[in-house]
């Protein structure tokens, strides 16, 4: 049985094959995400990866309903696996903002799935942390979202070498597009062919432009410009208070193609331009009052960093520590007279705190000793019956080899608790 086209299963290391994902690695990006969100303040919430189909075609834009994974339960439901977060968060945010202080921080690291073409970097299926503000309508929010995505990345080891935060506004480009057009229903029609210019054939955008009225070279000039807004310019200056200047730049050509985002929006790449964006989020001021049906009306902001694109970018710099089973100490039974002593000794030190592992069942000593070097222990423990008959513990520091030998009940204390 194989598994699905762009689902992953997770090992925990060493890797059985060198394309294996690493349990590990994962849990090493989620300890990042979750420990750089706590020193900003957020808190942990979480949704259902099922939802109603309506909640993402009513909001989300064309691109993601094409890549939904939906289908009709057996209640004749029309439901879909959740691509994104944002809808479900903006309906948890609808029904309960008025339990919380505002400005409300929280974040989430659900797993999301999204039908689309398997490719470098994008899978059928990833987690993705996912940091929102609700309630703040002043840039002091924005700037506070992207230094705590910088942030986030700088946690894994990356650096101002390493990625960018690309920065631009739709109002700048609604701007653009109402001095030149008058039908508001084209607009997300055209943010689209925006989103997509670095990815699409000059002929084809210059095509696609054209059809709403655009030349392709007045979309060009405005992106060489690139002159910052007031509200992009009050980003800048907050992040560059902080210290965090040198890891945003002003860049129109990201308009992001969601079609809820209203004000400032951003992506985060990696600097020699090798990879997908790694993060992508912004201001989606109205999406709460379309969920609630008009009945709340919350100034929100977003991002969502996968971790798919990220882990190919730690691995590139060499950033991924080096995982070990983390076992504190294994105790060797090499006299199996001894294992009720060993058991006993094993529950006190696990008790206490410490990983230790142990051989389940008779092996030979020499083949216990190289499962704990294999499982990276630092220490193994022995008991063994001293001439004059009494139980005693022989200690070993793997890597010092120092060796000590003690009364059993003294080890958990020997080891330093
Ligand atoms: P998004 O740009 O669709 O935004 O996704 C954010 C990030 O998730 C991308 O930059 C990429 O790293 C990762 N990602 C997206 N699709 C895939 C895929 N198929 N495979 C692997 N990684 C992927 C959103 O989803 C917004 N809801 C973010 C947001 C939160 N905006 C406001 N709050």
């Not at 194989?2 to 849990?27: I, K, Q, T, V």
């Not at 900003?40 to 979480?46: C, M, Q, S």
């Not at 939904?68 to 691509?83: C, Q, S």
């Not at 508001?184 to 990815?199: C, G, H, N, T, W």
Request: proline share 4%; with cysteine.
């Amino acid at each position: 049985m194989e598994r699905l086209p762009g689902f992953r299963d997770f090992y925990p290391e060493p890797l059985p094959n060198a394309d294996a994902w690493s349990a590990d690695a994962r849990n090493h990006i989620f300890r990042a995400w979750r420990e750089t969100a706590r020193r900003y303040g957020f808190r942990e919430y979480d949704g259902p990866p099922l939802e109603s189909l309506e909640l993402f075609t009513l909001k989300s834009g064309d691109e993601i309903v094409d890549q939904l994974f939906n289908f009709v339960d057996k209640g004749e439901r029309a439901v879909a696996m959740r691509p994104e977060m944002t809808p479900t968060l903006a309906r948890m945010i609808a029904t309960s903002e008025r339990a919380y202080k505002k400005p409300i921080k929280w974040f989430a690291l659900p797993q999301l799935f999204r039908y689309e073409k398997q490719q470098k970097g994008r899978l059928r299926e990833h987690f993705q942390l996912n940091c929102d503000i609700f309630g703040e309508a002043d840039t002091a929010a924005d700037a506070e979202l992207i230094a705590l995505l910088i942030d986030t990345l700088r946690a894994l080891g990356l650096s101002s070498d390493d990625f960018v935060i690309r920065l631009s506004s739709r109002n700048a480009w609604q701007e653009f597009f109402a001095k030149r057009c008058a039908d508001e229903s084209k607009a997300y029609a055209f943010y689209q062919v925006i989103d997509k210019l670095a990815r699409e054939s000059a002929e084809n955008s210059h095509a696609r432009l054209a059809a709403l009225g655009f030349s392709l070279d007045e979309v060009r000039a405005f992106i060489a410009a690139g002159e910052p807004t007031a509200e992009l310019r009050s980003v800048l200056d907050s992040l560059t208070a902080r210290g965090l200047g040198a890891f945003v730049q002003v860049d129109y050509n990201v308009i992001r193609g969601l079609a809820y985002y209203t004000g400032v929006v951003f992506e985060a790449f990696d600097k020699k331009g090798e990879f997908r964006a790694i993060a992508g989020g912004g201001r989606y001021n109205n999406l709460v009052k379309l969920i609630s049906g008009g009945k709340v009306d919350l100034p929100a902001l977003g991002f969502g960093m996968g971790d798919v694109v990220l882990l190919e970018l730690i691995k590139s710099r060499g950033l991924l520590p080096k995982f070990t089973a983390g076992v504190d100490v294994v105790a060797l039974v090499e006299d199996e007279a001894l294992r009720p002593e060993t058991l006993a000794l094993v529950q006190r030190l696990r008790e206490a705190g410490f990983a230790a592992d142990f051989s389940l069942v008779p092996v030979k000593g020499d083949k216990q000793f190289k499962r704990a070097l294999e499982l990276g222990a630092a220490h193994t423990v022995r008991l063994e019956r001293s001439p004059e008959g009494e139980v005693v513990a022989r200690l070993k520091h793997l890597q010092t080899r120092e060796e000590k030998v003690l009364a059993p009940d003294t080890v958990v204390a020997a080891l330093g608790r």
